[in-house]
């Protein structure tokens, strides 16, 4: 039961840390890709 349990818990941090990372890096790129496109920087 317990284990259970863990692998869910596990599983929506595993879940939640991808999703931020992810975010993190289209956020990057969209913004390198605007910068280049527009030459905002």
Known sequence: ???VILEGFLDGV???LL???LNR???E????FLD???DLS
């Open 1 to 3: 039961m317990l284990g």
């Open 14 to 16: 595993f879940e939640e």
């Open 19 to 21: 999703k931020e990372f």
């Open 25 to 27: 890096v289209f956020e």
């Open 29 to 32: 790129l969209l913004e390198g």
């Open 36 to 38: 280049r496109v527009f």
